[in-house]
DNA sequence: AGCACGCCGACT
DNA sequence: GTCGGCGTGCTC
């Protein structure tokens, strides 16, 4: 008699499981098993996903699998796959595909091409000094370590009164829980993992492996077979660390949970925090969040018990424990005025202080989140020079006397006259890095270096920041001035002020999670101040009740404020947006046809509660894109259109187009 | 990802 | 007339 099974098989490319009849001989459970199968020309080593009793209907012929090799992962693990393919709508294929599927072939199936050893091990990191635990963080460890010992699912968000504390926490927490094993430990930077992988090394030795994106493909190779072998069971590392492939998983620990780089922005768009909490859920183990200053997202879902608020008895905002921040670097409004903005970027206020911190021989930042020296503003009409072809506005560059398109990077030499009303009272606006630099240098008699880019130095995707030619690296100085970003580069507890220049220009960006972004940037600035320095925010409106709790640290206030406003416009986390974005140079009649049909169809708004917005033309680098984006609450609706939406836009042919779920700017 | 097939520009 | 560019499509 002649019984065949079957098997499908997923390969790590834009490609649905295929299927393939196992030869005789062959195993039948290899569910999870590495298996080598006929691909076009060539073949190609892929996962079985499923085994079959039968060939799919209208399948005849199908083609015998190779070889099997060992087992890549466990159920679980294909279940994260299969959600992170769900969830994020993309191919299985490239699912596995970031899942380091192809690493793993590289190291260990695949015949390697020369005898060579392994990558040289790094250099034993050194075991940095850990801050002392606070007495609020000692008196957290009982409640945190009570959700390790159950081996259930759940997931914990932590409040740290100071970044430095992560480390503290993930080494207390091996001190009191002896036999950990397996758990990731997710990191925003790669210099952050650096610290809690020396302090961890020290003392597991191999048990501990980095994952990040700028390791060399060797080396990265080589951490993935170590984990797949088990020989490595505590793995760090930066936003893919949360796809490690490990067997089991008994801990996973995001640190940062609000950090912006825990999204990717290309290929697979997963944001590693939701993924964290997704794979704590299907392998029934606890995840733990921690925050100085948690995301919207993240508080809410400890209002709704969805999350717990370690050290809160209850749900409700007004009851969670924030840190302590006594002690903490003071927080001043000062107050601008339109009449001083003509002269002046600064108070009288920031102004008497830079002196005193001149004189005292400290260091100060200034914080402004603008390159360039300022805007182009017509005195006689009142309209800002533009961009022709992105809209924005120009950024005027003293260097060169050109101004720059912030988004395209076209560069136009500044015009004499005003294009829309001919006049000739063209006038800087608005403040920017070259500006801010050219004053202090002024009042204080000093050179502030201007901070550019941090120290990275390849482009690296786990870091959401982009490269930009024209930047260089620059010394840390006494007077420094830089955008939100140039923070990074500088250590806890260096600065005596740290000066926000334009509260506005932070609260006033078109994006409804400006001021979460913002409490974010001014709780990081505070950090690099030391104890009894100054953290001074300039306002036109200094009794806005956002500046208000910020000053005060009343993060209880900031959320519950915030989360009644998200509430009432219907934003996340009271909703949820998927983002499509198309790349069509050509705005042909086909796709506006089909995008009129998701809007219409799709999207119905009073059946299905599903919102459409758009589309609209937005410029990108070369190029245009068309951009529209779903917005609803119910997630599972939502999905549901978004995949019928992507389904339509596959069927034109030649259309290039992303979808980003959960996008973190639209 | 490979590796086909396929349809336009400069060559012996 | 052909060689070859890589743009688009398919792989059970």
């Not at 190609?44 to 209208?58: D, F, I, K, M, R």
């Not at 595909?97 to 392994?118: L, T």
């Not at 059946?607 to 609450?633: D, E, L």
Request: charged residues 25%; aromatic residues 8%; glycine residues 6%.
């Amino acid at each position: 008699m002649l019984f065949f099974m079957y098997a499908n098989v997923l390969f790590p490319l834009k490609l649905p499981p295929l299927t393939y009849r196992i030869p005789d001989g062959m195993p039948i459970d290899i569910e999870g098993f590495i298996v080598k199968a006929p691909l076009g020309r060539q073949g190609a080593y892929g996962v079985v996903t499923e085994v079959l009793g039968s060939a799919p209907e209208g399948l005849q012929g199908l083609r015998e699998l190779d070889e099997c090799r060992g087992l890549y992962a466990g159920r679980s693990y294909l279940s994260l796959i299969r959600w992170l393919s769900q969830y994020y709508l993309t191919a299985e294929g490239l699912a596995l595909k970031a899942c380091f599927f192809d690493d793993f072939i590289k190291s260990a199936v695949a015949e390697p091409k020369r005898k060579r050893r392994g990558p040289r091990p790094d250099a034993c990191l050194p075991c940095m000094e850990l801050p002392a635990a606070s007495g609020r963080l000692a008196g957290l460890m009982s409640e945190i370590s009570s959700k390790l010992s159950t081996n259930k699912y759940s997931t914990s968000l932590v409040t740290l009164a100071r970044t430095s504390e992560d480390a503290r926490l993930v080494s207390d927490l091996f001190e009191m829980q002896q036999d950990m094993r397996n758990v990731i430990i997710a990191v925003p930077e790669i210099d952050r993992m650096n610290r809690i992988l020396g302090c961890l090394s020290a003392k597991f030795g191999s048990r501990v492996c980095g994952l990040h994106s700028r390791l060399t493909p060797a080396k990265r190779a080589d951490a993935v077979k170590r984990i797949l072998s088990g020989e490595s069971d505590i793995v760090v590392g930066t936003r893919s660390a949360v796809l490690a492939p490990m067997q089991s998983v008994s801990l996973i620990i995001v640190n940062q949970e609000q950090s912006r780089s825990y999204k990717a922005q290309e290929g697979l768009r997963y944001n590693a925090r939701d993924v964290a909490v997704m794979r704590g859920y299907i392998s029934k183990s606890p995840v733990i969040l921690t925050s100085v200053a948690p995301s919207l997202e993240s508080v809410s879902n400890c209002a709704t018990g969805k999350y717990t608020f370690i050290g809160s008895s209850g749900r409700d905002v007004s009851s969670f424990d924030f840190p302590d921040r006594s002690g903490r670097p003071v927080i001043r409004i000062a107050r601008l005025t339109k009449k001083s903005r003509e002269q002046s970027c600064f108070s009288s206020d920031t102004i008497k202080k830079a002196k005193d911190v001149m004189k005292a021989k400290e260091a100060m930042l200034f914080l402004i989140n603008r390159k360039g020296y300022s805007l182009i503003r017509c005195d006689d009409c009142g309209s800002t020079l533009d961009c022709k072809r992105c809209g924005v506005p120009l950024v005027f560059h003293k260097a060169g006397s050109a101004a720059k398109c912030s988004l395209c990077g076209a560069e136009e030499k500044a015009a004499v006259s005003c294009p829309e009303c001919s006049g000739f009272n063209l006038a800087p606006s608005g403040i920017g890095l070259e500006r801010v630099k050219e004053e202090i240098d002024s009042i204080c008699s000093t050179r502030a270096v201007v901070l550019q880019k941090p120290a990275g130095r390849k482009k690296n995707p786990d870091d959401d920041i982009k490269p930009d030619e024209d930047e260089q690296e620059s010394e840390v100085a006494a007077f420094c001035v830089g955008t939100a970003h140039a923070v990074r580069r500088i250590d806890e507890g260096f600065l005596n002020t740290a000066v926000f220049v334009s509260a506005e220009s932070m609260l006033s960006m078109p994006d409804f999670r400006a001021r979460e972004r913002a409490l974010q940037e001014i709780m990081q600035s505070v950090e690099l101040v030391k104890p009894g320095g100054t953290v001074i925010i300039q306002s036109y409106r200094p009794d806005d009740r956002f500046l208000k709790a910020v000053r005060s640290y009343d993060l209880r206030s900031f959320y519950a404020d915030e989360l009644a406003e998200r509430m009432a416009l219907g934003y996340p986390p009271y909703s949820n947006i998927i983002l499509f974005s198309i790349d069509a140079a050509s705005g042909s009649r086909e796709i506006e046809r089909t995008v009129d049909e998701i809007a219409t169809e799709v999207c119905d708004e009073y059946k299905r509660g599903i919102t459409f917005y758009g589309p609209v033309q937005v410029a990108s680098g070369r190029g245009s894109r068309m951009q529209f984006f779903m917005k609803a609450r119910d997630s599972v609706r939502l999905h549901k259109a978004a995949e019928s939406a992507v389904r339509r836009l596959e069927l034109i042919k030649n259309l290039r187009f992303t979808v980003d779920v959960d996008p973190l700017k639209i």
